[in-house]
């Protein structure tokens, strides 16, 4: 799957709820999840493919978590760190963030369920939500931007 850039107005627009959870939808995941994996991510979600699907997938090591209608339930505290991002190729920045994250989620199948985030999961999870509202880190970054070859 061809991973849209920054210019490309799909990230800019809020995504719409999964209704159907089957075989499309099993698809959309694995593809997505091969695409970051390729591109060495740690997290995609659904407009980077280009569709305004309310998905995405974070993995900071510790395997894929896929996510479906997340709903943010709670967060607290503040970290302050480096963020870059698949649609935003080789350019960086600071972002402030909150340290925990609570979600509340569905599976492939439908299922709900709710997890927890800390530090750079938190961040994972928070920067992926934000694709679904049509934001961007680099509408969060304080400071300058820095590119790296």
């Not at 089957?22 to 995609?44: F, H, N, P, Q, R």
């Not at 994972?124 to 969060?140: I, N, P, T």
Request: net charge negative; aromatic share 8%; charged share 30%.
């Amino acid at each position: 799957m061809a991973i849209r850039t920054e210019k490309e107005e799909v990230l800019r627009k809020i995504s719409k709820p999964v209704k159907s959870f089957d075989e499309s939808l099993w698809t959309l995941l694995d593809d997505m999840k091969e695409t970051m994996y390729l591109a060495e991510g740690v997290g995609i979600a659904a407009p980077q493919v280009g569709l305004l699907k309310r998905a995405f997938i974070v993995d900071i090591g510790e395997g894929p978590v896929e996510f479906v209608n997340p709903e943010i339930l709670a967060v607290e505290g503040e970290q302050l760190g480096e963020e870059g991002c698949l649609s935003v190729p080789k350019r960086y920045g600071t972002v402030r963030r909150p340290n925990y994250v609570k979600m509340r989620a569905q599976d492939r199948n439908g299922n709900v369920f709710e997890i927890e985030g800390k530090e750079f999961m938190a961040r994972a999870m928070l920067h992926e939500f934000d694709h679904l509202e049509g934001k961007l880190f680099v509408d969060l970054v304080e400071g300058d931007l820095f590119e790296v070859e």
